[in-house]
C-alpha cells in the first residue's frame, strides 16, 4: 500500500470508517423502498429533497477525501487534471486516464474516488437548478453512484461481507463472552449477531444529531436509510437461524430481539422518519433524527445485553455501556415525565378562567412538551407514539391570540381529552411488571413540576 495512504489509514481511522458507512448509506438510498416516504408511486414523485441530501453527502465524502489525502499529493492531481485540459493530445489523455482507472495503488483508488465524487458534485448542482427531479433522474444518477462505488478497489464497502477492519465486537467484556461459550455453533451465532449490532453503533456514532447543519442532517438521514436495510438483513438472518436452532432458550432471546427491532423500526421508520425531508425546519427534521437515533441506539445496546446476558448471566449493562440505560430507567422517566404533563394540563383546565393564568400556564405547557418530545418521545410505544404526535404537532401549532377569541372552548376541550388519554396512559405504563412494585416518586415529579410553572404558582 502506498506508504501515505497506509498512514493516513492508520492516523485517521475515524475519517476512513465514516468514509466506509456514508458509501454504504448512498448505495442504499438509491433504492426507494428503503426510504421513509408516503408515496408508493415513485414515477409522480418530486425526487428534489431527496437529491438535496444526496448533494450534502457528495460534499461531505469530498471533505473527508481533501483531509486525508496530503496537500502535496492533492496539488499534483489538480495540475495533472489542468494539463489534461490544456495541454495533452487524445492520445496522451487516454493513457493518463487508463493508468488511473486501472487502480493499481491504493493511491489511485483514492484519486479515482475523489475523481469521481468531483463530476458528481458538478452534475448534482446543475441537476437541482430546476428543483423538480423525476424518479428517472434520481434512479440514474443512483446508478453512476452506485457504478462509481463498486468500481473501486479500494473503497468498495460491499467487496466483503465482513470487513475485518471495521467489523469486529469492540468490547472486551462481549469479546470474553463470546469465546467462553463452549459449544461451537452458539459461538459462530453469537458472534454473527453481535458483529451486526456492533456494525449498527459504528454506523450510529457517525451521526452528528446535535447539528443544526444541512450537511451534518442529511448524512444522519442517510446513515438511518442504511439502517433500515441493515436491520431488515439482521432480521432475515435472525428468522434463519431461528428456524434451525436446536436450543429453545437461544430461540427465545433471539425471538425477543428479532420483535424489539420490528417495532422499534416501526416506530422510526413509519412515525419518527415519515416524510422528514419535508418538515419546514432543520429544528424540526433534526428534533427527528435525534429521537430515531436514541430508539436505534438504545435498542442496539439492549440487544447486545440482552444476548450477552443468555450466555453470562451476572453480566451488567452499565459494565459494558457506561451510558446504559435499564428497561426499568425507561420506564421510570416515562411514567414520571407523563404524570409531569398530566398535572400541567390539569392545572391548565383548572385555572382555565383566569384569563392571566391561562397564558402563563400555557407557556408552561409548551416549554414541558417541547423537553418532552426531545427526550421523552423515544421512550413511548408504537402504539401510543401516534396519539401523543398528533396531540403535539396541534398544541403546538396554537397561536397564544387563540386563547382569548372564539377557539378557546376548543381548545379547553382539546386539553380535556388530552388529559383524559393521559391518565389512562400513566396507569397503563405503571402496570408493568417492572414498576408494579415500584411507586411513583410523587415528591420527586413535583419538583420537576415546579421547574417548568411561573414562579409565583402555588401548586
Same mark, same amino acid.
Given at each position: 500500500m502506498?506508504?501515505?495512504?497506509?498512514?493516513?489509514?492508520?492516523?485517521?481511522? $475515524?475519517?476512513?470508517? $465514516?468514509?466506509?458507512?456514508?458509501? /454504504?448509506?448512498?448505495?442504499?438510498?438509491?433504492?426507494?423502498?428503503?426510504?421513509?416516504?408516503?408515496?408508493?408511486?415513485?414515477?409522480?414523485?418530486?425526487?428534489?429533497?431527496?437529491?438535496?441530501?444526496?448533494?450534502?453527502? *457528495?460534499? /461531505?465524502?469530498?471533505?473527508?477525501?481533501?483531509?486525508?489525502?496530503?496537500?502535496?499529493?492533492?496539488?499534483?492531481?489538480?495540475?495533472?487534471?489542468?494539463a489534461e485540459q490544456k495541454f495533452l493530445t487524445d492520445r496522451k489523455r487516454d493513457r493518463f486516464r487508463e493508468n488511473l482507472y486501472q487502480q493499481d495503488s491504493p493511491e489511485k483508488s483514492v484519486f479515482f474516488l475523489y475523481d469521481s465524487f468531483i463530476n458528481l458534485k458538478v452534475l448534482i448542482h446543475d441537476l437541482l437548478v430546476s428543483e423538480k427531479i423525476s424518479y428517472n433522474a434520481y434512479r440514474n444518477f443512483g446508478e453512476l453512484i452506485v457504478r462509481e462505488i463498486r468500481e473501486n478497489k479500494l473503497f468498495d464497502p460491499f467487496r466483503k461481507d465482513i470487513d475485518p477492519e471495521y467489523d469486529s465486537i469492540d468490547n472486551r467484556d462481549i469479546s470474553a463472552v463470546v469465546r467462553s461459550i463452549k459449544d461451537r455453533n452458539s459461538r459462530?451465532?453469537?458472534s454473527g449477531i453481535f458483529l451486526y449490532l456492533f456494525r449498527?453503533?459504528?454506523?450510529?456514532?457517525?451521526?452528528?444529531?446535535?447539528?443544526?447543519?444541512?450537511?451534518?442532517?442529511?448524512?444522519?438521514?442517510? *446513515?438511518?436509510?442504511?439502517?433500515?436495510? $441493515?436491520? /431488515? $438483513?439482521?432480521?432475515?438472518?435472525?428468522?434463519?437461524i431461528i428456524s434451525a436452532?436446536?436450543?429453545?432458550?437461544?430461540?427465545?432471546?433471539?425471538?425477543?430481539?428479532? !420483535?424489539?427491532?420490528?417495532?422499534?423500526?416501526?416506530?422510526?421508520?413509519?412515525?419518527?422518519?415519515?416524510? *422528514?425531508?419535508?418538515?419546514?425546519?432543520?429544528?424540526?427534521? /433534526?428534533?427527528? *433524527?435525534?429521537?430515531?437515533?436514541?430508539?436505534?441506539?438504545?435498542?442496539?445496546?439492549?440487544?447486545?445485553?440482552?444476548?450477552?446476558?443468555?450466555?453470562?448471566?451476572?453480566?451488567?449493562?452499565?459494565?459494558?455501556?457506561?451510558?446504559?440505560?435499564?428497561?426499568?430507567?425507561?420506564?421510570?422517566?416515562?411514567?414520571?415525565?407523563?404524570?409531569?404533563?398530566?398535572r400541567l394540563f390539569r392545572i391548565f383546565e383548572e385555572n382555565f378562567e383566569d384569563?392571566?393564568?391561562?397564558?402563563?400556564?400555557?407557556?408552561?405547557?409548551?416549554?414541558?412538551?417541547?423537553?418532552?418530545?426531545? !427526550?421523552?418521545?423515544?421512550?413511548?410505544?408504537?402504539?401510543?407514539?401516534?396519539?401523543?404526535?398528533r396531540f403535539f404537532d396541534g398544541f403546538l401549532d396554537i397561536a397564544p391570540d387563540y386563547l382569548y377569541d372564539d377557539k378557546a372552548d376548543k381548545i379547553l376541550q382539546k386539553c380535556n381529552r388530552f388529559s383524559i388519554?393521559?391518565?389512562?396512559?400513566?396507569?397503563?405504563v405503571s402496570q408493568r411488571s417492572e414498576l408494579v412494585k415500584r411507586p411513583l416518586d410523587k415528591a420527586r415529579a413535583e419538583e420537576t413540576l415546579r421547574q417548568f410553572l411561573p414562579e409565583d404558582f402555588e401548586i
Open positions: 502506498s506508504d501515505w495512504v497506509l498512514t493516513a489509514k492508520k492516523q485517521k481511522k $475515524e475519517f476512513f470508517s $465514516e468514509l466506509d458507512v456514508l458509501l /454504504r448509506a448512498l448505495d442504499r438510498f438509491f433504492n426507494p423502498d428503503n426510504l421513509p416516504i408516503s408515496e408508493s408511486r415513485y414515477t409522480g414523485r418530486n425526487f428534489y429533497n431527496e437529491m438535496l441530501a444526496v448533494r450534502d453527502v *457528495i460534499l /461531505r465524502i469530498l471533505s473527508i477525501l481533501e483531509n486525508v489525502i496530503p496537500e502535496n499529493k492533492k496539488n499534483a492531481f489538480w495540475f495533472q487534471k489542468f459462530r451465532i453469537a449498527f453503533l459504528r454506523y450510529l456514532s457517525h451521526m452528528e444529531v446535535t447539528s443544526h447543519l444541512s450537511v451534518s442532517l442529511n448524512c444522519s438521514y442517510l *446513515i438511518l436509510v442504511l439502517l433500515r436495510s $441493515e436491520t /431488515r $438483513e439482521l432480521k432475515g438472518y435472525l428468522d434463519e436452532s436446536r436450543s429453545k432458550s437461544l430461540s427465545n432471546v433471539l425471538e425477543s430481539i428479532s !420483535f424489539q427491532f420490528s417495532m422499534e423500526i416501526k416506530r422510526v421508520y413509519e412515525q419518527e422518519l415519515w416524510d *422528514i425531508l419535508t418538515l419546514g425546519t432543520s429544528s424540526q427534521i /433534526r428534533g427527528r *433524527i435525534e429521537n430515531s437515533y436514541g430508539i436505534l441506539f438504545n435498542t442496539t445496546e439492549q440487544c447486545i445485553v440482552q444476548l450477552a446476558r443468555h450466555f453470562s448471566t451476572g453480566l451488567e449493562g452499565e459494565k459494558i455501556f457506561p451510558s446504559f440505560e435499564t428497561k426499568l430507567e425507561q420506564s421510570l422517566k416515562l411514567r414520571e415525565d407523563i404524570f409531569v404533563l398530566y384569563q392571566e393564568r391561562r397564558a402563563t400556564l400555557f407557556a408552561s405547557i409548551r416549554g414541558y412538551m417541547l423537553y418532552f418530545e426531545s !427526550f421523552t418521545f423515544r421512550l413511548l410505544r408504537y402504539e401510543d407514539y401516534e396519539d401523543f404526535a388519554f393521559l391518565k389512562t396512559t400513566l396507569n397503563l
